[in-house]
């Protein structure tokens, strides 16, 4: 049901049936499809489309000329740039209907999508990771992985405040964010953080 305490544009066009949580804000000519389901304090920019089979947690700022298609969930506190690439199709034919193969793509607590990255369907994408301006993700990311590159490769950490971590890829070692006070500790090639 449609919480009535969201905004909308006059140009919006919200489907009968659309799930959408208090205080969110949908921009101009945005349309959002019947079955899908958005949280609550979300903002949707100029021209963005949300398909039926999407989930979209909490806190998620979608920013203009953004498709999010069915199989498609964002979880709370993900930052999607301008005009970032969503597919849920790994191989489209016009001629060829396979709206049955829909992959799912999943992009985790607070990950930022930068401008114009490409998404390809049937990924995961771990909580905090950062995905570079252009990018684009062909595989699963890592949480607080630095992607930048076409197709993207991991160049790093990013902290869950948004600074570089200095660390390795791989290894052992411990960082502290100079911002928040957060500890992030390296086992192997997976990092962690203590206050998550």
């Known amino acids: 049901m449609v919480d009535q305490t969201f905004w909308s544009h006059s140009t919006a066009i919200i489907d009968e049936g659309a799930c ?6 949908i921009w101009h000519w945005t349309h959002i499809c019947g079955q899908a389901s958005i949280g609550s304090s979300c903002s ?15 806190n998620v700022k979608i920013q203009n000329n953004v498709s999010v298609y069915d199989q498609v969930t964002l979880d709370d ?63 699963d990311v890592k949480a607080f992985g630095l992607m930048l590159g076409v197709p993207a490769m991991q160049e790093g950490w990013m902290s869950a405040y948004g600074q570089r971590i200095n660390l390795p890829l791989t290894g052992q070692g411990t960082w ?20 998550i």
């Open 20 to 25: 959408i949580g208090s205080n969110t804000k």
């Open 77 to 139: 506190n993900v930052f999607c740039g301008p005009s970032v690439v969503f597919t849920n199709v790994y191989n489209p034919r016009s001629e060829v209907s396979r709206k049955h193969e829909y992959q799912p793509t999943h992009v985790m607590q607070g990950a930022t999508l930068g401008a114009n990255s490409t998404i390809i369907c049937g990924v995961s994408i771990g909580q905090y990771a950062f995905i570079g301006a252009g990018s684009v993700i062909t595989k």
């Open 176 to 195: 502290t964010c100079p911002a928040t006070g957060d500890v992030y500790c390296l086992k192997g090639c997976e990092l962690s953080i203590s206050s």
């Open 44 to 58: 949707f920019g100029q021209n963005v489309f949300v398909g039926n089979n999407v989930k979209i947690g909490n």
